[in-house]
Nanobody, 124 residues
Framework: QVQLVESGGGLVQAGGSLRLSCAASGLTFSRYDMGWFRQAPGKEREFVSAINWSGTSTYYADSVQGRFTISRDSAKNMVYLQMNSLKPDDTAVYHC?????????????????WGQGTQVTVSS
């Protein structure tokens, strides 16, 4: 079955950096767009970033543009989220997600598979 397993979360001070990883298995990785979402306590889940199946296009929420970078390694079936200049508002559980390629041009929706998430806490 499809599994997405996130790692790399933790506690960091404001201004610091973390790199999240997502290991994908049970799917043909090159056939899927990949995304990162986050959910803070008491808030709805929100889109953070996405990368298309080939790695040639990336997308970011306005709140993380210029601070976060998404990438993928198709040889390892991995997706990464490099997070720099972290702020307390970035505190959330971060989830990796996968959706079939070409499903539509809105990379915030239509994700079919989800990971359990990794906690990121940014202290002020």
């Amino acid at each position: 079955q499809v599994q997405l397993v996130e790692s790399g979360g933790g506690l960091v001070q404001a201004g610091g950096s973390l790199r999240l990883s997502c290991a994908a298995s049970g799917l043909t990785f090159s056939r899927y767009d990949m995304g990162w979402f986050r959910q803070a306590p008491g808030k709805e889940r929100e889109f953070v970033s996405a990368i298309n199946w080939s790695g040639t296009s990336t997308y970011y929420a306005d709140s993380v543009q210029g601070r976060f970078t998404i990438s993928r390694d198709s040889a390892k079936n991995m997706v990464y989220l490099q997070m720099n200049s972290l702020k307390p508002d970035d505190t959330a559980v971060y989830h990796c997600a996968a959706r079939p390629k070409y499903i539509n041009n809105d990379y915030r929706i239509e994700y079919r598979y989800w990971g359990q998430g990794t906690q990121v806490t940014v202290s002020s």
